[in-house]
Nanobody, 127 residues
Framework: QVQLVESGGGLVQAGGSLRLSCAASSVSGHTFSSYTMGWFRQAPGKEREFVAAISVSGGSTSYADSVKGRFTISRDNAKNTGNLQLNSLKPEDTAVYYC?????????????????WGRGTQVTVSS
């Protein structure tokens, strides 16, 4: 398995940008480079929803319609790090953002498909 720690959240005005990072450390011999990773977010009173996912090599990505064209997911396997660039932020983007990982090589949008989760980082967008 892998352990994940998010960082980079904060308070930003509408239209601004943030860059979230997910630092991964391997456990029991597993490596981050062999895991599909994704980002989810959860706003108060709402269920945790899919944001983006990226394949092991970084060659394939998937985005929720609500963020497509504004957010960019990436990864650097050599540094055991995943990233989510958030541009043109809107107040409705306010949520706790979580990174997640799974050894499954298919890009999943379901929460239950991911085995490992970070604790989350707060993103607040003011109007």
């Amino acid at each position: 398995q892998v352990q994940l720690v998010e960082s980079g959240g904060g308070l930003v005005q509408a239209g601004g940008s943030l860059r979230l990072s997910c630092a991964a450390s391997s456990v029991s011999g597993h490596t981050f480079s062999s895991y599909t990773m994704g980002w989810f977010r959860q706003a108060p009173g709402k269920e945790r929803e899919f944001v983006a996912a990226i394949s092991v090599s970084g060659g394939s990505t998937s985005y929720a319609d609500s963020v497509k064209g504004r957010f960019t997911i990436s990864r650097d396997n050599a540094k055991n790090t995943g990233n989510l660039q958030l541009n043109s932020l809107k107040p409705e983007d306010t949520a706790v953002y979580y990174c997640a990982a799974t050894p499954n090589k298919v890009l999943h949008i379901q929460r239950r498909a991911y085995d490992y989760w970070g604790r989350g980082t707060q993103v607040t967008v003011s109007s």
